[in-house]
C-alpha cells in the first residue's frame, strides 16, 4: 500500500523540519516549500492526500492558495497560522479549509488532527458520491451542483454542507453537529458561519422544486426536507 503524501507549506523551515520528522515517523511522505506559489504548483503535479497551509507566505498568501486549489480540488486542507481570532477561522472555514491549528503548537497534536481528517476524508469517499432529488443533482467527486439542469457555482464548503444534509433527509441537525461533521473539528467561536452557507444555499435553491426544500427548524438547526 502507498503511503499517504502530506504537503507542508510554510517560510518557517524549523516548523517545516518539525513536522516532517514527526509525519515521516508516523509512516507519511513529506513534501515541504516555502511559499504559495510552489504550493500551487505542486498540489498540482504532486497530488498530496492532504495539505497542511501557513497562512502568512510569500508570493502568495494561505488565504489565495486554498482559494486557488478550491477551484480545482477537494483535497483536505489544515491551516496553521499564528493568528487565532475568531475572523481567521471563520474565514479560513468559508474559504474551504479543513481544520485550523493555531501557532504554538504540539506536533503531535499536529499528526493527530492529519490522522483525523484523513479518516474522515476515507469515510466520506465510501459514501455514494452523487445524490439526486427533483431537479437537483450534487455531485461531492466532481464539486458540482446541477439544479433545474445547470450547473450552479458552488464554493465547496457550501456544496459539502447540502450534500451532507441531502445525503440525510428529513434528520435535523444542530449547528454544532454541522460544523463537527461538515467542517470537521472542534469550533469554538460563532456557529454563525453555518447560517451564512445556508443562506447562500437557499438563493441558489429557493423555488426549485415542491419535492423537497432545504429547512429551518427553529431552536434547533437546519434539515433538507423531502415530502
Known amino acids: 500500500m502507498d503511503k499517504q503524501k502530506i504537503l507542508v507549506v510554510d517560510d518557517d523551515t524549523n516548523i517545516s523540519e518539525l513536522l516532517r520528522l514527526y509525519l515521516e515517523k508516523d509512516g507519511y511522505t513529506v513534501l515541504t516549500c516555502a511559499d504559495g506559489l510552489s504550493a500551487t504548483e505542486l498540489q498540482k503535479n504532486e497530488a498530496p492526500d492532504l495539505i497542511l497551509l501557513d497562512i502568512m507566505l510569500?508570493?502568495?498568501d494561505g488565504w489565495q492558495v486554498c482559494r486557488?486549489?478550491?477551484k480545482?480540488?477537494?483535497?483536505?486542507i489544515i491551516m496553521i497560522?499564528?493568528?487565532?481570532?475568531t475572523f481567521d477561522k471563520i474565514l479560513g472555514?468559508?474559504?474551504g479549509a479543513d481544520d485550523y491549528v493555531s501557532k504554538p503548537f504540539d506536533a503531535k497534536e499536529v499528526v493527530a488532527r492529519v490522522k483525523a481528517v484523513l479518516r474522515r476524508t476515507a469515510t466520506d469517499q465510501k459514501k455514494s458520491d452523487e445524490v439526486r432529488f427533483d431537479k437537483l443533482i450534487i455531485n461531492i467527486t466532481n464539486y458540482e451542483l446541477i439544479v433545474d439542469g445547470k450547473a450552479i457555482d458552488t464554493p465547496p464548503k457550501e456544496l459539502e454542507l447540502i450534500y451532507h444534509l441531502a445525503s440525510?433527509?428529513?434528520r435535523v441537525y444542530t449547528r454544532d453537529q454541522l460544523l463537527d461533521e461538515v467542517w470537521g473539528f472542534d469550533y469554538y467561536g460563532d456557529s454563525r458561519t453555518v447560517d451564512v452557507h445556508v443562506k447562500r444555499l437557499r438563493e441558489k435553491l429557493e423555488d426549485v422544486s415542491d419535492?423537497?426544500?432545504?429547512?429551518?427548524?427553529?431552536?434547533v438547526g437546519y434539515k433538507f426536507e423531502v415530502k
Do not use: F, Q
Open 58 to 60: 510569500p508570493k502568495l
Open 68 to 70: 486557488e486549489i478550491r
Open 72 to 76: 480545482t480540488s477537494g483535497v483536505p
Open 81 to 85: 497560522t499564528a493568528k487565532s481570532e
Open 93 to 95: 472555514l468559508e474559504l
Open 168 to 170: 440525510n433527509p428529513n
Open 211 to 219: 419535492a423537497w426544500s432545504l429547512k429551518t427548524v427553529w431552536g
